[in-house]
Each structure stands twice: as structure tokens, then as C-alpha cells.
């Protein structure tokens, strides 16, 4: 019997809350969560945190989890936001209860319930212009004014509200309200707005409606309606909590009741993760789409190399508090790097080559090097390096006049190339400009990694590639969006002020050793010395296209 096994980690406050629901039998004992995004945009990692914890703890309880689209503003929505919604998840590795639902679904149940309410006295018609609305709401602090229609007949609403329906007032005309309480400390209770007109074409309803439930009117029976029995939201819907309670109060009938649940958002340093920012970013094509391997989108983490395995292992890091904080994105890149050390073959690449010739080696052999994929991994195997007489190694492996700290390539100097033998500059050669185009190297046949000179050590390891054997490839360097902790935290600043210029470098002239010729989109390789990496969608037979997941070392953290 292991004990370590029996250890568990202290529950999350959540967890708790269903600990002790199970406990009592309530609901039967069942645990029924949902996603719920808006099909506004593309999921971002806030929502990843999101996905993780409720299909999470789905899974957790042996419990379900639904995705319901809350597609109740047609203004903002779209079918390639719910097809990308769709494919993030899955990719994320979740499956969903059943099929997708939506909050579109339910909208004659919702107007049959709000006919209901009007009937009921507990809803009406207000005419008034949507600005006086707001000041009669007045300040929490002292009560507000009630509407001169707060009291109107109820046949009046009931006429109203169906001539709403059928199309025949304008946008702003008129609202359905519900009857609350205007004196509620809580602004959101003060006699809150259920339906508005919006003559707009749903995506999915098409022209069947032209007044559209608002998310306080719809989230709470949606829940109901779907048998959900917690329901996760982040914290800035706990003021929304009461009036969550009181919809159901409505049309609960029964034991069976979903309870909200609040919870704080994730927020990342050094990103913006608002939805509508997101989307201004690729409206002006400050990057390229939503799936830029810059945007902190599901798809663009997907497309710069991140695993689901990391982005699930990251959010079990964070873990879930009730009070909102900002976490370190260097904890994400952690989780990233931890993930594809395991995973990644490692390879050799150069990025910016320059040539080396070994002068003593003949000019027609090529030596086949047996290296490992994974050093740490000995079930990944080996393939085959070409050793040649022309080789690149990087640009800044090689100093004309390094330092004594350098314990790279220099004249008179030795290094060993990784998995091969140890080099010593002879000489250089250099273009007009002065920059070194190439060189002269002796090597010792002697010093063969593996074999038995191998024990002669040097200082220095640099990679390299074949240049005769080595194929090209484009090589998108990818950083940070945003030089600022808290591109979104300044007042008098547009968080697009502190855009990185920097965030993308394409080197065009890149080479990789053999072996990786026919890599596919999606491929994850570590680049020894430099990094990780992973294939692009914009590869293509005749051109390798390859992204910077993360470089080896977090280099951020020391130009604070
Ligand atoms: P944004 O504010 O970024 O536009 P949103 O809250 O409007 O996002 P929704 O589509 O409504 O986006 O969100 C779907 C679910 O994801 C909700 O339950 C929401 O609370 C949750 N969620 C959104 N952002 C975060 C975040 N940063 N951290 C954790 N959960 C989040
Ligand atoms: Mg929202």
C-alpha cells in the first residue's frame, strides 16, 4: 500500500461545495456543470481555465458537462465563432454531454415564461427612452424612480409584448422589464430589463424572433431547463447572483435547483484577454488572425506549438481561488516547456547559418552519426545525422575576436559539434562589409562522440547541419504581444501603445538537418540549443514553414 497514493490534494472550495451537495443527496445526487461561452469570438486561455474546471470536475464527480452557446445577442455572433468554440474543446481534450445546446433553444419557453411573469404582475412594458431608464435606476445608495408604466394594466404589457414579437416596434421603442424592486441596494434588482428588440438576423433562429432575451433572463432557466446543478461563473456575476435566484424563484417547481457558483477569472501578465480587444487586434491587423501564434487564444497557442496536455497541467497549477489575482505567464511557458521536453525529438537546426568547411576531411564523404531523439527518453530512439566536409553552424557561434568567457567558435579555438567531433578554426573569410561568410576549420577524427577519443573534452558544444544535406526552411520567431505586465492597467494609455514590436521575426534562410524533411503541420521539435518549435499550417511540400513555441530559457524574467 503506497501511501503518497492515498494523499490528496485539499479539495477547492468548489469541490467542497459539491462534496457536501452530494452528501445531503441534493439533487439526487447528480453533478451536472456546463460551458457556457458567447459565440463572439474565439476562446482565449481564460476560458481554457474555464473549460478545464467544469468538464473538470465533470469528470471529477462522474458527473456531465454541457457546452451551451449563450447565442442571445445575434448582433455579435457567428457561425465560425461556434464551430471554433466546438473545435478548441475537443481539442482540448473534453467531450461535452450529448450534442451542443444553445440558449437560442429555449427562447419560446422563455417568452411563454415571461408571458407568464406579465400575467403574474411581476413583468412590464416600459416605453421611456433607454437613457432615462438608466438615471430613474439612480445610485445604490438611494432608492430609484419608479417608471410610469411600473404599474401599467397587465393586458397593456401582454398586448405590447406580443406586438414586440411580431415585429411591430423599432429597436428602443420599448423593453420588457421585470418588476423587482427599486429600491434594491443591488442596481441589478432594480426592475432589470428582460427582452429588448433587435431586428437582426440570427444565426441560427435566422428571422423567427426580433426581440432577444438579455443573459439575466436566460442564463438562470437555461441552467433549469438543461438540469444543471452548478453552475461555475467568474466573479463579476456574483452581484448578478440574486437576481440568478430570483428568475428561478420564477419557474422552479420542485426539489431539483442549480446553485451559481462564482469563482475568479484568470488573469495572464504581459496579456489582454477581453474578447473585444482580442478581436480589435485582428479587425487592425495587428496580427494575423485569430490564430496568430501570438494571440492567447486556444487556436493561436494550438498553432504556436503548445500542447493540451500543458495548457490542462497549467490550469491545475493555478488552481481555482475567490479572489481575483494575475498569474505569472511564465508559468504557462513553464508548463509548455515541461511538457514538450518529454514530447519534442530533439534536432538540429540553424537559424542563421554560416558556412564552416573542414579542410581535412575528404570532400565527398558523408559520415552517417547515429544520434538519440530524446536524451532524457531512450524509447525515442535514433535516426541518422550526415556528417560532410561543409557544415553551418549558427552566426553567433563564431566571434573574430571573442572574449575569454566565449566558449564558442573563434580563431585558434576548439569546440565540439553536438553528436559529432571536435573543431578547431583555422582561419576566416570575410565580404566587403566585414561580415564572415565563412569558416576554415581542421577536425580531429579522433574525437568522435560515442567512440573512444570521445573522452577529450572541450569547453564549448555548438549545433550544426550538413550543408550539403540540409534542407530550408522559413522559421517565424515568435514573442511576447506586449512588452507592458499590464498592457490593459494604464488610464491615460490604449493597451495597443504597448504592442512588442518585436513579437515577430521571420528568418527565411534557415537550415534543418535531414531527418526532419517531411515533418507535418502541428510537429513539435526541440532545436537543441535554441528551443522549442513546431510546424506551421503554411507548411508545405516544398516548404518547411516552422514556429517558436518557446525558447529553452525564459529569458523575460531578467529584463525586468
Ligand atoms: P471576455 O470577457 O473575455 O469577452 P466573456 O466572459 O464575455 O469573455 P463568455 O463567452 O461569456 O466570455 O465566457 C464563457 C465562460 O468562460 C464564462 O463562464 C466565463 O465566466 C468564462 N471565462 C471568460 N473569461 C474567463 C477568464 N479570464 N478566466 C476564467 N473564466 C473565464
Ligand atoms: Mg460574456
Redesign the pocket.
Known amino acids: 500500500m503506497d501511501f503518497q497514493e492515498n494523499e490528496k490534494r485539499s479539495l477547492n472550495f468548489i469541490e467542497s461545495i459539491i462534496e457536501e451537495d452530494l452528501q445531503v443527496n441534493k439533487n439526487q445526487g447528480r453533478v451536472h456543470l456546463r460551458?457556457?461561452?458567447?459565440p463572439n469570438?474565439y476562446l482565449?486561455i481564460?476560458?481554457a481555465?474555464?473549460i478545464c474546471l467544469n468538464f473538470g470536475l465533470a469528470n471529477e464527480y462522474n458527473g456531465l458537462c454541457n457546452l451551451r452557446f449563450?447565442d442571445t445577442n445575434p448582433e455579435k455572433e457567428d457561425v465560425e465563432y461556434v464551430d471554433s468554440i466546438m473545435e478548441d474543446i475537443s481539442w482540448l481534450g473534453f467531450d461535452w454531454d450529448g450534442d451542443p445546446k444553445y440558449a437560442s433553444d429555449y427562447f419560446q419557453q422563455l417568452y411563454d415564461w415571461s408571458v407568464q411573469l406579465i400575467k403574474e404582475g411581476k413583468a412590464y412594458v416600459d416605453e421611456q427612452p433607454q437613457e432615462l431608464i438608466s438615471e430613474q435606476r439612480g445610485v445604490p445608495t438611494r432608492p430609484g424612480i419608479d417608471s410610469p408604466y411600473r404599474n401599467r394594466p397587465v393586458e397593456e404589457s401582454l398586448d405590447l409584448f406580443e406586438r414586440m414579437k411580431n415585429g411591430e416596434f423599432s429597436t428602443g421603442d420599448m423593453i420588457l422589464r421585470s418588476k423587482i424592486d427599486m429600491s434594491s441596494p443591488n442596481m441589478h434588482m432594480r426592475d432589470p430589463i428582460m427582452y429588448r428588440i433587435l431586428h437582426q438576423t440570427h444565426h441560427r433562429t435566422g428571422d423567427d424572433w426580433c426581440i432577444y432575451p438579455m443573459y439575466d433572463w436566460a442564463h438562470g432557466q437555461s441552467d433549469f431547463i438543461e438540469g444543471i446543478t452548478h453552475s461555475v461563473?467568474?466573479l463579476e456575476f456574483e452581484i448578478h447572483r440574486p437576481l440568478y435566484d430570483w428568475a428561478l424563484d420564477q419557474i422552479v417547481e420542485g426539489d431539483y435547483r442549480p446553485r451559481q457558483i462564482e469563482f475568479a477569472?484568470?488573469?495572464l501578465s504581459y496579456t489582454v484577454?477581453?474578447?473585444?480587444k482580442l478581436l480589435e487586434l485582428v479587425k487592425d491587423n495587428h496580427v494575423n488572425g485569430w490564430d496568430d501564434p501570438r494571440m492567447p487564444t486556444i487556436s493561436g497557442f494550438r498553432r504556436r506549438g503548445y500542447t493540451p496536455e500543458s495548457i490542462r497541467n497549467f490550469a491545475d497549477r493555478i488552481g481555482v481561488a475567490k479572489r481575483d489575482n494575475v498569474i505569472d505567464v511564465s508559468l504557462l511557458e513553464f508548463s509548455v516547456r515541461e511538457h514538450l521536453n518529454q514530447i519534442a525529438p530533439r534536432a538540429l537546426a540553424v537559424l542563421d547559418p554560416i558556412k564552416v568547411v573542414i579542410t581535412n576531411y575528404p570532400e565527398s564523404k558523408v559520415e552517417e552519426l547515429e544520434l538519440a531523439n530524446n536524451q532524457n527518453d531512450e524509447n525515442a530512439g535514433t535516426r541518422i545525422v550526415p556528417f560532410t566536409r561543409e557544415l553551418y553552424i549558427e552566426r553567433d557561434d563564431f566571434m573574430e575576436d571573442p572574449p575569454k568567457k566565449f566558449f564558442r567558435l573563434g580563431p585558434e579555438r576548439e569546440v565540439r559539434l553536438v553528436g559529432a567531433y571536435i573543431i578547431k578554426c583555422e582561419d576566416f573569410k570575410k565580404d566587403a562589409e566585414g561580415n564572415i561568410t565563412e569558416v576554415y576549420c581542421t577536425y580531429d577524427p579522433d574525437t568522435k562522440s560515442g567512440g573512444a577519443g570521445a573522452k577529450r573534452k572541450v569547453k564549448g558544444t555548438i549545433h550544426w547541419v550538413s550543408a550539403e544535406k540540409a534542407v530550408d526552411a522559413e522559421v517565424r520567431l515568435y514573442d511576447r504581444l506586449f512588452v507592458d505586465e499590464d498592457p490593459d492597467g494604464h488610464k491615460d494609455k490604449n493597451f495597443k501603445e504597448f504592442l512588442n514590436p518585436d513579437s515577430l521575426k521571420v528568418l527565411q534562410n534557415c537550415k534543418i538537418e535531414p531527418a526532419f524533411s517531411t515533418v507535418k503541420p502541428g510537429d513539435k521539435l526541440q532545436f537543441q540549443r535554441l528551443g522549442y518549435f513546431c510546424v506551421d499550417k503554411d507548411s508545405s511540400h516544398n516548404k518547411l514553414v516552422i514556429n517558436r513555441t518557446v525558447p529553452l530559457r525564459d529569458s523575460w524574467s531578467k529584463r525586468k
Open positions: 460551458f457556457p461561452p458567447e469570438g482565449h481564460g476560458h481555465k474555464s449563450d461563473c467568474t477569472r484568470l488573469n484577454m477581453s474578447k473585444r
